[in-house]
């Protein structure tokens, strides 16, 4: 039963408590905002030919079918979130109101709690039987808002432990084990990183990272229980369960899977990228290891093999591994020699020839041909390369220093 009564006493009355109410609701419940204020009008005044308000719970105007409303303070809504409970509003009580219409005024509740309140303009007698089904109606839009909120703050929060998780280091160990319990994710399952890559010089792609979403829709469905986050407008790293069969990683089965992501790309979206593929490495900092390899391998393989659609780390592996001795002392000894061909080589002709010399195991006469020049001046500047490096050719440890020197420093393409 609902009761028409003068509201302006209790009004007074209630204020202090309203008060301290409205800040209890901004700082632990969800809020009605602007956009799901207007949804709910849209909506609603589809199903009967009345104006509805949408006030949030400051009993603020936030959606209204009469515009010139929107920004105001509902007093009848004020009443009806402070006693929690309907409230009509006859032509009599309105006319004793600043800016209030006859109307019903309904609180819309979310998890037990009041967090707005919708009215419908027009005389309360008239109104009843829609009340119920309007309430009904702006509740779900509000459950089906709120959801959504929290499905896009838990992609936001899963990307950034992603994020965190792939450059952890010990430390970060205990507080993202932390985090993985709150996020529901198990870190007890083996992975392996793989990383998809967009060529941003590419006409078609768009800052609007659209065809990338669009990868990542593929990746997600069918589910296959990978954590996938995009690490940057043109790059996503995807963690994939590495034992497939149960019990071993194997990169030719990942490998004929990142066959069928490629087929199902549709022809029209004329992607252009890259896709590589890491190491699987166990312990409690494997998935950092392996999506270090991952990042190698695909730096690694845009040098060698720009043109190339998929790297793995398994073609790479040598390169991988040395890649991290490029700055570090142990390197620069173990490549001192080829250091001095680079020095004085700066069009890279020698570091080529030397190359193209290791690619045909020593065999002059291939390795001529396959830089298209004559036997005498492949002799000539194989012969160069040794007085620069103090090498000779003809020694399995010489070969090997100047073999690893170019690994490590491999010339750019």
């Given at each position: 039963m609902h009761l028409s009564i003068n509201l302006l006493p209790i009004l007074s009355q209630h204020q202090v408590s309203f008060n301290t109410d409205i800040y209890c609701l901004e700082k632990f419940m969800f809020q009605i905002d602007t956009l799901i204020a207007a949804k709910i009008v849209d909506?609603?005044?589809k199903i009967i030919g009345h104006n509805i308000n949408v006030m949030n719970a400051q009993a603020v105007i936030l959606g209204s079918g009469d515009i010139d409303r929107i920004g105001t303070v509902h007093e009848g809504a004020l009443?009806?979130?402070?006693?929690?409970?309907?409230?009509?509003?006859?032509q009599a009580i309105a006319s004793n109101l600043h800016g209030v219409k006859p109307g019903l005024n309904l609180p819309l509740h979310y998890h037990g709690q009041v967090v707005g309140v919708i009215g419908i303009t027009?005389?309360?007698?008239?109104?009843?039987?829609?009340?119920?089904?309007?309430?009904?109606?702006?509740?779900?839009?509000?459950e089906q808002a709120n959801l959504q909120e929290q499905l896009q703050w838990q992609n936001r929060q899963t990307e950034e432990f992603i994020s965190q998780l792939i450059h952890a280091n010990e430390q970060d160990l205990p507080s993202l084990q932390q985090w993985a319990l709150q996020l529901g994710i198990d870190l007890s399952v083996p992975r392996v990183a793989a990383i998809i890559e967009l060529d941003s010089n590419n006409p078609l792609y768009q800052q609007d990272n659209q065809a990338l979403k669009q990868v990542l829709y593929l990746l997600q469905n069918p589910v296959r229980d990978n954590l996938i986050a995009m690490t940057s407008l043109t790059q996503l790293v995807i963690l994939k369960p590495a034992f497939l069969d149960g019990k071993q990683f194997d990169p030719?089965?990942?490998?004929?899977?990142?066959?069928?992501?490629?087929?199902?790309?549709?022809?029209?979206?004329?992607?252009?990228?890259?896709?590589?593929?890491?190491?699987?490495?166990?312990?409690?900092l494997g998935i950092s290891y392996s999506y270090r390899t991952a990042k190698e391998t695909l730096d690694i393989g845009k040098k060698l093999h720009p043109t190339k659609t998929k790297y793995l780390y398994q073609d790479y592996s040598l390169q991988v591994l040395l890649s991290g001795l490029r700055h570090h002392?142990?390197?620069?000894?173990l490549a001192g020699p080829y250091l001095k061909l680079i020095e004085?080589?700066?069009?890279?002709?020698?570091?080529?020839?030397?190359a193209a010399y290791l690619d045909h195991m020593g065999d002059i006469q291939a390795c001529a041909n396959s830089l298209f020049i004559h036997r005498n001046t492949l002799r000539y500047r194989l012969d160069k390369i040794q007085t620069i490096t103090n090498i000779d050719l003809r020694s399995f440890?010489?070969?090997?220093?100047?073999?690893l020197g170019q690994l490590i420093h491999q010339p750019s393409t």
């Open positions: 909506r609603t005044m009443l009806a979130i402070s006693q929690n409970r309907n409230v009509e509003i006859s027009g005389e309360p007698d008239t109104l009843s039987h829609y009340g119920e089904l309007l309430k009904m109606t702006a509740e779900m839009i509000v030719e089965l990942e490998n004929q899977r990142i066959n069928k992501l490629l087929k199902r790309l549709p022809a029209n979206m004329q992607l252009s990228l890259h896709i590589s593929l890491g190491h699987y490495f166990g312990g409690e002392w142990r390197g620069n000894a004085v080589d700066n069009n890279q002709q020698l570091q080529k020839t030397l440890n010489g070969l090997l220093s100047l073999y």
